[in-house]
């Protein structure tokens, strides 16, 4: 889910469903952390529509560990001017290509490093998981040529549904509760692809950029959570936000084409929960944005750029399910509101 739920832990046996749903529209573009002001002016900036839909199914096996599945859907649209061929300068409208379908399968167990307990109000938990190559890495549409022709090839990198790769998924998760109405919250996931191109063609005309890469991505969030009125079942959250796509995988080669880059947002969400149900929404605003030197720029001696969206918005829902079996004298721990993220599957730089 995107946003925040209620306690932490799932009791033996109990499910989680919680589906989330992001959106985002990437149209600034950045080369580093200087801003290209000139793609807006000249109206020849390229503009990304994503909506992502995240289902995820949690079972707790014991008290301490539990799985959960994760199904992201995706839903895109790209547009980018069509120029002119030189010299002419100008450009003839815009080409839009579309893209949509299941992501990347994941597969997540989580482990509570202390026993919940004992720990109501603090703990810190570790998830490990596999993400299969479910989701489509070649989807094509037609491309119209400044000639008047129209070519069919893949669509772009940032709106394909998957990425062509095994990955392994690393997951840090922890909370505090202070002064009873306050918890402090962090979590930090780094998503691990060790292949190195998927060899779906890109048609960019850079031969160190034929291929599309399979880049590792990261996550970080951490914040405060404040029940506001916890009769009524509301809190607010502030935190602080940070994504993107190294320039260079931890295991493995880097090459082909990738957009590395960061973005940086200040994060403020609101969750309302209600009986077993609760409910989230946040939208993270960008504060600073860089689109780092990518392996194939580097041997180009070149140095790409990559649009941004300036926020995010991000609604969560999530309930809860009694198992088939609840083990005698189990009270549930008290219910710090916990903000939690979605899991990585959208790069910030498209």
């Given at each position: 889910?995107?946003?925040?739920?209620?306690?932490?832990?799932?009791?033996?046996?109990?499910?989680?469903?919680?589906?989330?749903?992001?959106?985002?529209?990437?149209?600034?573009?950045?080369?580093?952390?200087?801003?290209?002001?000139?793609?807006?002016?000249?109206?020849?900036?390229?503009?990304?529509?994503?909506?992502?839909?995240?289902?995820?199914?949690?079972?707790?096996?014991?008290?301490?560990?539990?799985?959960?599945?994760?199904?992201?859907?995706?839903?895109?649209?790209?547009?980018?001017?069509?120029?002119?061929?030189?010299?002419?300068?100008?450009?003839?409208?815009?080409?839009?290509?579309?893209?949509?379908?299941?992501?990347?399968?994941?597969?997540?167990?989580?482990?509570?490093?202390?026993?919940?307990?004992?720990?109501?109000?603090?703990?810190?938990?570790f998830g490990l998981g596999v993400k299969f190559p479910t989701?489509?890495?070649?989807?094509?549409?037609?491309?119209?040529?400044?000639?008047?022709?129209?070519?069919?090839?893949?669509?772009?990198?940032?709106?394909?549904?998957?990425?062509?790769?095994?990955?392994?998924?690393?997951?840090?998760?922890?909370?505090?509760?202070?002064?009873?109405?306050?918890?402090?919250?962090?979590?930090?996931?780094?998503?691990?692809?060790?292949?190195?191109?998927?060899?779906?063609?890109?048609?960019?005309?850079?031969?160190?950029?034929?291929?599309?890469?399979?880049?590792?991505?990261?996550?970080?969030?951490?914040?405060?959570?404040?029940?506001?009125?916890?009769?009524?079942?509301?809190?607010?959250?502030?935190?602080?936000?940070?994504?993107?796509?190294?320039?260079?995988?931890?295991?493995?080669?880097?090459?082909?084409?990738?957009?590395?880059?960061?973005?940086?947002?200040?994060?403020?969400?609101?969750?309302?929960?209600?009986?077993?149900?609760?409910?989230?929404?946040?939208?993270?605003?960008?504060?600073?944005?860089?689109?780092?030197?990518?392996?194939?720029?580097?041997?180009?001696?070149?140095?790409?750029?990559?649009?941004?969206?300036?926020?995010?918005?991000?609604?969560?829902?999530?309930?809860?399910?009694?198992?088939?079996?609840?083990?005698?004298?189990?009270?549930?721990?008290?219910?710090?509101?916990?903000?939690?993220?979605?899991?990585?599957?959208?790069?910030?730089?498209?």
């Amino acid at each position: 889910m995107l946003g925040g739920q209620g306690s932490p832990y799932l009791q033996p046996t109990e499910f989680q469903f919680s589906f989330g749903y992001r959106w985002q529209y990437s149209d600034r573009h950045f080369t580093g952390d200087h801003e290209d002001k000139n793609r807006r002016h000249e109206h020849s900036e390229v503009i990304n529509d994503i909506n992502l839909l995240d289902f995820n199914l949690s079972f707790a096996l014991t008290e301490r560990f539990s799985a959960s599945v994760n199904l992201p859907v995706l839903i895109a649209e790209r547009s980018q001017a069509i120029r002119n061929p030189a010299p002419t300068p100008g450009f003839l409208g815009r080409n839009e290509t579309h893209a949509q379908g299941i992501g990347d399968f994941s597969l997540l167990g989580s482990f509570w490093i202390f026993e919940p307990a004992a720990h109501p109000d603090q703990n810190i938990a570790f998830g490990l998981g596999v993400k299969f190559p479910t989701g489509e890495d070649d989807v094509s549409d037609n491309f119209r040529q400044s000639d008047g022709t129209i070519a069919h090839r893949t669509v772009d990198q940032s709106i394909q549904p998957g990425d062509g790769g095994y990955g392994a998924i690393f997951d840090l998760r922890a909370f505090k509760l202070i002064f009873e109405r306050f918890t402090l919250y962090g979590q930090g996931i780094y998503l691990l692809n060790p292949q190195n191109t998927n060899n779906v063609p890109t048609f960019r005309s850079r031969a160190s950029e034929a291929e599309m890469s399979i880049s590792d991505q990261f996550l970080g969030r951490a914040g405060v959570n404040v029940l506001v009125f916890p009769e009524q079942g509301w809190s607010f959250s502030i935190g602080g936000r940070v994504e993107g796509v190294p320039v260079r995988d931890l295991i493995g080669d880097s090459d082909g084409f990738r957009r590395p880059g960061i973005a940086v947002s200040v994060e403020p969400g609101i969750n309302y929960a209600v009986g077993r149900n609760v409910f989230s929404f946040s939208v993270p605003v960008a504060v600073y944005r860089n689109r780092w030197i990518s392996v194939s720029d580097r041997r180009d001696g070149r140095h790409g750029d990559a649009a941004f969206a300036d926020f995010l918005i991000l609604f969560g829902y999530s309930v809860r399910f009694d198992g088939w079996s609840k083990p005698a004298g189990t009270e549930k721990a008290p219910e710090p509101q916990l903000p939690v993220s979605p899991p990585v599957g959208t790069a910030p730089s498209q």
